[in-house]
Nanobody, 122 residues
């Protein structure tokens, strides 16, 4: 049974920080790219960040570069998203996802979590 369980979301003031976690099970975590994707109310889902199997390569949406950091701990089957200098426009449901390939324009990943709400107040 494949599971991706996000945690760490919540309410934070603009300029604050949150650390999201996603615990994975049911597949060989270290052979999958991991992704963070977000969806704000009334919008389409958008790519936020990706990380390769052992963390040797990362990629970010331009608007979060320098503020967000994706990382992974393969021993714990967990991927993280450290979010600093948060802005109200970062408010969204954040999802983790897994796929054996790298893709960021077509968000057709194999596995998805149920999401965690991040709300940034002004």
């Amino acid at each position: 049974q494949v599971q991706l369980a996000e945690s760490g979301g919540g309410l934070v003031q603009a300029g604050g920080s949150l650390r999201l976690s996603c615990a994975a099970s049911g597949f060989t975590f270290s052979t999958y790219w991991m992704y963070w994707v977000r969806q704000a109310p009334g919008t389409e889902r958008e790519f936020v960040a990706s990380i390769k199997y052992s963390g040797t390569y990362t990629s970010y949406k331009d608007s979060v570069k320098g503020r967000f950091t994706i990382s992974r701990d393969n021993a714990k089957n967990t991927v993280y998203l450290q979010m600093n200098s948060l802005k109200p426009e970062d408010t969204a449901v954040y999802y983790c996802a897994a796929d054996r390939a790298y893709r960021r324009s077509s968000l057709t990943y194999e596995y998805w979590g149920q999401g965690t709400q991040v709300t940034v107040s002004s």
